[in-house]
């Protein structure tokens, strides 16, 4: 049996909903319960994942950051990626436990080996498009392990988010890189940049968020919970 499941396409609410699941069981089991600044190796851990850093050689392919060996239960993280930022290397060790929550085999992994196991690199017999597509699916995983939306909502509180120094903060709080906290914030709607400018806009969740504000303060009903965005204030 495969130790690798075969392709297949999911849907950002669905990779959303296994990171969560994840972290609200870490939530409920004793030592285990999630913080922030985040910490990878804890996920790993309550997975009864194992993760070392070693030596990986380059393949034809190029470089590999990590790789795993799904019957040993065991992420490599190489060494040369020792000097990057933590950030970087917490979305490493985030995006390859996507990989193995989403798709390593987990039932084959309990039979017997046939035959010498290959580390699990993302580069099996699919299209290069399948390919592409499983390595997104582990990093937008990773992304909502690292940042999860109840999380992002704490953090951007009293924040103007087209601030970039605002943004510097909530990376340090939140222990990522400042690429993946601006990708995901763009990912939620709530910031936009222009290709090829620094300029930080309202993302349309925002922006939507400021219409309703508009219309229930206009019809009188304004709810207590609903409060025009830090990003929209004059």
Known sequence: MNLLKPYRFHTKAF???QANRILEQMQTSKNFAPIWPFDGSLVADFLDLGVVWDVI???DQGPIAARILPRERLIEINEDILDKPQGF??????????????HVNHQAILQAPTEAEQPFVCRSETTITQIASIEWQAQYFAS????????MEQ????????KWSHLYEMRQELGVSISNLVCRLQDLG????????????????????????LNQHAQGKLHSSLRMPQELKK
């Open 155 to 162: 953090k951007r509180l009293g924040r103007n988010l087209t």
């Open 15 to 17: 990779i959303e909903r």
């Open 144 to 151: 909502c392990l690292l940042m999860p939306r109840y999380i």
């Open 89 to 102: 290397i917490e979305s490493t060790l985030a995006h390859e436990i996507g990989h193995w929550v989403l």
């Open 190 to 213: 709530w910031i936009q940049i222009r290709p090829g400018e620094r300029t930080i806009y309202p993302g349309a969740e925002i922006l939507k968020q400021h219409q309703q504000f």
């Open 57 to 59: 050689e380059p393949d």
